[in-house]
């Protein structure tokens, strides 16, 4: 068997490009030194930008590699998300990082090769492809996370979470062994073919997709494969865990659409159940254990575990509705945490960080602009409208309901109803308590701009949310045939 | 055939109980040992299956390399493996039914059927017969043909756990003395020599 | 555009002083209302008068843009003209705009004058939508608008305790008649499956007897829905049972009084009722219903008005008895009569307010007459004004009310059945009542010896310009507006200025009727005002005490008509206390002791408690993290396997 003919490289552009700038910037900092940190991350951020042009503009509905790389609306959709998260996370923490001193070239590196990994997890269109973009972010996320080495709970937070990671990959695997054992193919699109026709699946089949979604339930941080989300946000340094809150969550909930909505999508009522339970779970885990956590990064771990199970709300409904709303449900969530790390990254007191709900009192008397927005994005959190987040709320439960998983929808209204509990309870702090300390102001344009660009889309989603939902709609269509 | 099978079994067996060992083996080099004599046997299924490359790089690689690295780590670090296993039997009940009950339910699964053979057929690559081409030579023309974007994507899998493992583990302390091997070239007799003349009988 | 301007200077107005009234200032606030309602009213006054003289029906649909499009529910903002829109227009324009000048001079002193213009220029607006809506739902709209700043404007002086009360009261006894009107909407959007006037008046020929079952009863459906949007009509024109908030409306400040309480919004149940009359003509039964209302509430108010003491309440009390009379006209088909006593009434009933305010402005803000009289030298205009508007009030001849109060009399005695006779008699014996309050003000207040205290009587003085010649001008209308009116409004050939706005079925007109009716039933309403002008003069000029011995000789008939037909009082026993009683019982029995004690307290306790033992489970530890995971896909293969 000959292979003479050039793969068609063109649609893998945006992932080559990336691979390529991240080791050209490698050997740029690697003769630098750390100085050139800076440098290099407004590089990563404009090659990421450009990677975003190429991504939109490139060709789609291609599939190439010999049937495991896959573009389409709905890969598109979602490395866009991925990529305006990562430059909203490297922008944030370009003077965090300086401050911090932990100003290393790697850092920005990493997260591009985790970028990149999440780029390539939401193109597969194979088992393999999705492991091996899967161990990409992964990796690089790992070593992010332990990224403060000096301090014992970075380095906790990075083996933590590798080690966890370590066992929902050996579950992933496990998994994909089961399906190609029984199946005899790792490919997306031979696996559904197997399914089309109403026959029975093999039970071998279903603990294969028990496994895999276990470990796609890792990745998005969905109950009862949660645990480890407190403890990494937490004891990351604070831009790590904007980034850990933001890219990775969209990049793994896409995979995870793609997953069941294309190998699997004639076994929909077998993996709902799962799914079904495991965003019931999330919604009120999430909701029930924020409610006394007083560090701000472990609230916002709950929080992210509450917001997937209400994606996952969207996602347990098999439909393609279902799989709009949790798209539109995923760019909200994206813009909102983009604010509220931008505040919690300026909780800053006297050169040192400060990550306690409490040191949020009287901001609204001592630094009015970030306390409003920041007050808006709690409010657009907990799904009050007209703010972004009660939209994206609405369609997950629209999807849901149309789908008739009412008791799900029932038990999404109360967790939210609880989980608006604690978002207000912030509000509550930052207007009605005792001022304790000043912030030192955001210093850089870069995080006002953001914190701005955060607030305006919470604000004004309600005026024009018609592009939004029509590229989600096409983005969606393109996965379900 | 009879052969065959014996041998699988034998090969299998001992992963099993090696693998058992080297989570129980109290002595944590005994526990590595374990996990090389794991490895061999591992390496012995792919001698069974046709695969002697995969074979020969699972003796190499792993026993070679990581399972010797494993054990410089483990010999060097002074840890106290005792006290880490401190709630060991506290845990071991519920720990082992839920074990045996994953180990029932994945038994069970052995029972149900395989999915249509024929989509099985068609979709899997003929793997070529190993008198044609040999297996070296076959993973040859595929890894960057076919799996050119898998092997890709391994190498960057790899060098990001390079980059990982120097950015959590190098440091740079002043005061070392480093060999440089340009300067000690470079050097001149005039730097380091210097000839006094000493007149006998005066001292320094 | 001509339209659109009307309606909206106003609006724009409103808008401007209420954002910008810090930084504009009062003056500027006050100045620009006044002028963009006043250019409104002459735009108003021009579209009339053209409409007069061209002799061209007008009617015109203008489109703003669209509100609601959702399945069969779907209209517009949309400014509809024709020539019930445009005589509503002026009368709207013309007194808002009078008034708003005249409360330069009344509102001086008060420090939140910007407030106050702003509230008047929004009524303004929310009435111009409410007359030019083309459609119900803009109609409630407007209905609730007008509500929302007569509301607002009632209860202006909030630190009065019982402007407050008024205000309050006001609104809650409106919202019983707008749930009428509310779910007579939503029936007509049932059954008609549209909510704009064309769609609905064309079909309503088809509806005519059909019925619908509605807890085992047979109900007509027209029926019910005009019965339903009369219940609103009922409670914005203060007809009787829903009647009570209008008087205590008084507490408001007085060209608020002229403008909401007697000239525009209480009138806007007849426009409504007016305006559905392609609907309310397929349905007798609620004509005969209005008429019998109208008729009772004319009498009722009016015999109220003989002795009440507030010089406000009896004017108050006035207005609801003239809404009666426009009520039984428009009960007895007689659309443009009701339409054309609305007119008249506007202008001489705002200008009894107004000269009563400037009396009140003069004495110091006393309302008593008992602590009035002999002021007739002192404030010579005002004392002329409310001579004019009283006049016209009591429909003595060449005034205004001559023409269209004594219409409707005739209109009930052409009429053949009992209720119309009914109506007539009842009508007739408010129009003496009538005439016998209004001169009891005046005497009271403006004759004989007077009751001022000294320290106020040195204060007293004529109005100031900026007051009287708003009332002046009120004066002309009231002096003329019936006279001009009389042959285009209701005169031979009314069909053809009103044109399609009106509706009436063939034989049911009553005006060619009430045309040919003898000289002497002609005469007679005149005739029965003037004895009771007599005898107004006999009982407060000739023989003082009269009045006092005829109060003591029938005691409980006196109380019984001091006190509003005791409906106040039954109010609160039958409703008011009970309610408050079930309310005090909910709040503490069904939502302190049940519902806050299992709801949110124990609720949060549970959820609370939860919370902390799911915090516990978050043990940091390594090996509870990866059991944790491995029970959860244990859990889940099981599940496959058992289920």
């Given at each position: 068997m000959q292979y003479n003919d050039v793969p068609?490289?063109?649609?893998?552009?945006?992932?080559?490009?990336?691979?390529?700038?991240?080791?050209?910037?490698?050997?740029?900092?690697?003769?630098?030194?750390?100085?050139?940190?800076?440098?290099?991350?407004?590089?990563?951020?404009?090659?990421?930008?450009?990677?975003?042009?190429?991504?939109?503009?490139?060709?789609?509905?291609?599939?190439?590699?010999?049937?495991?790389?896959?573009?389409?609306?709905?890969?598109?959709?979602?490395?866009?998300?991925?990529?305006?998260?990562?430059?909203?996370?490297?922008?944030?923490?370009?003077?965090?990082?300086?401050?911090?001193?932990?100003?290393?070239?790697?850092?920005?590196?990493?997260?591009?090769?985790?970028?990149?990994?999440?780029?390539?997890?939401?193109?597969?269109?194979?088992?393999?492809?999705?492991?091996?973009?899967?161990?990409?972010?992964?990796?690089?996320?790992?070593?992010?996370?332990?990224?403060?080495?000096?301090?014992?709970?970075?380095?906790?937070?990075?083996?933590?979470?590798?080690?966890?990671?370590?066992?929902?990959?050996?579950?992933?695997?496990?998994?994909?062994?089961?399906i190609y054992g029984f199946s005899g193919t790792t490919n997306f699109e031979t696996i559904q073919a197997m399914f089309d026709s109403n026959n029975e699946p093999s039970l071998g089949i279903i603990v294969g997709i028990v496994f895999i979604i276990s470990a796609m339930a890792f990745k998005v941080s969905a109950v009862p494969f949660h645990m480890w989300t407190p403890d990494v946000y937490e004891g990351s340094t604070t831009s790590v865990t904007a980034f850990l809150s933001m890219a990775p969550k969209v990049a793994a909930m896409a995979l995870f659409i793609r997953l069941v909505y294309v190998p699997f999508y004639g076994l929909v009522p077998e993996w709902q159940q799962v799914v079904i339970l495991i965003s019931a779970a999330s919604m009120v885990i999430g909701s029930l254990a924020a409610i006394r956590q007083t560090n701000i990064k472990r609230l916002m771990a709950y929080s992210s575990i509450g917001h997937m199970g209400f994606a996952l709300l969207g996602l347990s409904a098999g439909t393609q509705q279902g799989v709009e709303s949790v798209l539109i449900y995923m760019f909200i969530y994206l813009f909102m945490n983009i604010g509220v790390f931008v505040v919690i990254l300026s909780m800053r007191v006297n050169g040192v960080m400060v990550e306690n709900i409490n040191d949020l009192s009287g901001l609204g008397k001592n630094n009015p602009f970030l306390a409003i927005i920041f007050g808006i994005l709690m409010f657009s959190l907990a799904g009050i409208p007209p703010l972004a987040g009660f939209f994206g709320k609405f369609y997950v439960f629209l999807a849901a309901v149309d789908s008739g998983l009412y008791i799900l929808c029932v038990i999404g209204v109360i967790s939210s109803v609880i989980g608006a509990f604690y978002y207000l309870r912030i509000v509550k702090i930052m207007y009605f308590d005792d001022p304790v300390d000043i912030f030192e102001k955001p210093?850089?344009?870069?995080?006002?701009?953001?914190?701005?660009?955060?607030?305006?889309?919470?604000?004004?989603?309600?005026?024009?949310p018609t592009p939004l939902i029509s590229w989600a709609h096409h983005a969606a269509s393109s996965i379900i045939q | 055939m009879i052969i065959q099978s014996i041998a699988f079994y034998i090969f299998a067996g001992i992963i099993i109980a090696s693998a058992i060992m080297v989570i129980s083996a109290k002595n944590p080099v005994h526990s590595v040992l374990f996990l090389i004599l794991a490895f061999f046997n591992g390496a012995g299924l792919f001698v069974l299956v046709g695969a002697e490359f995969l074979a020969m790089i699972m003796v190499i690689v792993y026993v070679g390399a990581v399972a010797v690295l494993f054990m410089f780590v483990v010999m060097m670090l002074d840890i106290n493996f005792v006290e880490l296993r401190q709630g060991f039997l506290q845990y071991l009940p519920i720990g082992l039914l839920i074990g045996l009950i994953l180990l029932v339910e994945l038994i069970l699964i052995l029972s149900s059927q395989f999915e249509d053979p024929q989509i099985l057929a068609v979709s899997s690559l003929p793997i070529p017969p190993i008198e044609e081409v040999e297996n070296t030579k076959a993973l040859g023309n595929v890894l960057y043909t076919k799996y050119i974007y898998l092997f890709q994507s391994g190498g960057l899998i790899l060098l990001t756990a390079m980059i990982g493992a120097i950015v959590l583990t190098l440091r740079s302390r002043p005061g070392i003395k480093k060999q440089v091997i340009a300067k000690q070239v470079s050097r001149k007799r005039e730097d380091s020599v210097e000839i006094k003349k000493v007149t006998p009988g005066a001292g320094v | 555009m001509l339209y659109i301007s009307i309606v909206f200077l106003p609006g724009l107005a409103a808008l401007t002083a209420g954002v910008f009234s810090r930084i504009l200032g009062h003056g500027f606030v006050m100045f620009i209302t006044s002028l963009s309602v006043s250019i409104s009213s002459i735009l108003s006054f021009y579209v009339f008068l053209k409409l007069i003289f061209s002799h061209k029906i007008i009617n015109e649909n203008i489109t703003i843009l669209e509100w609601i499009n959702s399945g069969d529910l779907s209209f517009s903002w949309s400014i509809m003209v024709d020539t019930l829109t445009i005589v509503m227009f002026v009368v709207v324009t013309s007194v808002s705009a009078l008034v708003h000048w005249y409360s330069f001079g009344y509102m001086k002193k008060d420090p939140h004058k910007a407030r106050f213009f702003t509230y008047l220029s929004l009524f303004t607006f929310a009435m111009l939508m409410l007359v030019s809506s083309d459609n119900f739902v803009q109609l409630f709209f407007g209905w609730e608008g007008v509500g929302l700043c007569s509301y607002l404007l009632i209860g202006f002086w909030f630190k009065k305790p019982s402007a407050n009360a008024a205000a309050i009261k006001a609104f809650i006894v409106n919202r019983v008649g707008d749930f009428g009107f509310a779910l007579g909407i939503m029936a007509i959007f049932l059954f008609f499956n549209s909510v704009t006037y064309e769609n609905v008046f064309n079909q309503a020929v088809n509806f005519e007897g059909k019925k619908f079952l509605f807890l085992s009863m047979n109900l007509d459906i027209l029926t019910v829905i005009t019965m339903l949007l009369f219940i609103g009509a009922m409670g914005k024109s203060a007809q009787f049972l829903l009647h009570t908030w209008l008087p205590d409306a008084m507490e408001g400040p007085t060209p608020v009084s002229a403008l909401i309480h007697a000239a525009t919004m209480v009138t806007a149940g007849v426009f409504m009722v007016v305006r559905c009359s392609p609907l309310f003509e397929y349905a007798p039964f609620t004509l005969n219903f209005i008429t019998l209302t109208g008729a009772i509430t004319a009498f009722f108010a009016a015999s109220v008005a003989i002795v009440q003491n507030d010089i406000k309440r009896v004017i108050a009390y006035s207005t609801c008895s003239q809404l009666g009379y426009m009520f039984i006209a428009v009960g007895l088909s007689a659309y443009s009569a009701a339409i054309f006593h609305l007119f008249t009434h506007a202008f001489f009933k705002a200008l009894l307010f107004l000269a009563s305010g400037s009396v009140i402005h003069a004495v110091s803000d006393e309302q008593d007459m008992r602590k009035m009289g002999g002021l007739y030298t002192l404030l010579p205009i005002t004392y002329l004004m409310v001579w004019i508007g009283?006049?016209?009030?009591?429909?003595?001849?060449?005034?205004?009310?001559?023409?269209?109060?004594?219409?409707?009399?005739?209109?009930?005695?052409?009429?053949?059945?009992?209720?119309?006779?009914?109506?007539?008699?009842?009508?007739?014996?408010?129009?003496?009542?009538?005439?016998?309050?209004?001169?009891?003000?005046?005497?009271?207040?403006?004759?004989?010896?007077?009751?001022?205290?000294?320290?106020?009587?040195?204060?007293?003085?004529?109005?100031?310009?900026?007051?009287?010649?708003?009332?002046?001008?009120?004066?002309?209308?009231?002096?003329?507006?019936?006279?001009?009116?009389?042959?285009?409004?209701?005169?031979?050939?009314?069909?053809?200025?009103?044109?399609n706005s009106l509706f009436v079925l063939a034989g049911r007109d009553l005006i060619e009727a009430a045309h040919d009716l003898h000289f002497s039933l002609k005469i007679l309403p005149v005739i029965i005002s003037i004895l009771g002008i007599l005898l107004a003069w006999y009982f407060y000029i000739y023989k003082i005490n009269i009045p006092k011995i005829i109060a003591n000789a029938n005691q409980p008939l006196y109380l019984f008509l001091l006190n509003k037909w005791y409906f106040d009082e039954m109010y609160n026993y039958l409703i008011v206390n009970p309610s408050r009683w079930l309310g005090y019982f909910l709040w503490k029995k069904g939502d302190e002791t049940v519902i806050d004690g299992i709801g949110p307290d124990g609720f949060s306790a549970m959820i609370n408690g939860i919370s902390k033992k799911i915090a516990l489970l978050q043990s940091g530890l390594l090996y509870h993290y990866a059991f944790v995971m491995l029970a959860g896909v244990v859990l889940f293969v099981s599940w496959f396997l058992l289920v």
């Open positions: 068609n490289f063109l649609p893998a552009l945006p992932e080559i490009f990336m691979s390529v700038i991240c080791m050209v910037l490698l050997i740029f900092g690697v003769f630098k030194g750390n100085k050139s940190t800076y440098l290099i991350s407004w590089l990563v951020i404009l090659s990421l930008f450009l990677t975003s042009l190429f991504c939109i503009l490139g060709p789609k509905d291609e599939i190439i590699f010999s049937n495991i790389f896959i573009v389409d609306d709905f890969s598109i959709f979602s490395k866009v998300l991925i990529i305006i998260g990562a430059i909203a996370a490297l922008a944030m923490s370009l003077s965090y990082i300086r401050n911090e001193g932990m100003e290393k070239f790697e850092y920005p590196i990493l997260i591009m090769l985790s970028t990149l990994g999440m780029m390539m997890m939401v193109s597969a269109n194979d088992l393999i492809s999705l492991y091996v973009g899967l161990e990409l972010q992964s990796l690089a996320l790992y070593v992010l996370a332990a990224f403060k080495r000096d301090t014992l709970k970075s380095s906790e937070a990075g083996l933590k979470y590798f080690v966890l990671g370590a066992l929902s990959s050996g579950m992933l695997l496990y998994g994909a062994s089961l210093n850089s344009a870069s995080m006002i701009s953001l914190l701005s660009i955060s607030g305006i889309f919470t604000i004004f989603f309600i005026v024009a | - | 009283s006049l016209a009030l009591a429909g003595i001849p060449i005034f205004s009310g001559f023409f269209s109060k004594d219409l409707i009399i005739e209109i009930a005695y052409a009429g053949s059945s009992s209720i119309s006779n009914f109506a007539f008699w009842m009508a007739l014996f408010a129009a003496f009542l009538t005439a016998f309050y209004s001169w009891r003000l005046i005497f009271m207040t403006f004759h004989g010896k007077t009751r001022i205290e000294k320290s106020v009587m040195s204060h007293v003085h004529e109005a100031p310009f900026s007051m009287s010649i708003p009332m002046i001008l009120l004066a002309m209308g009231a002096i003329f507006s019936g006279i001009l009116c009389v042959g285009v409004m209701t005169g031979h050939h009314n069909s053809e200025f009103w044109g």
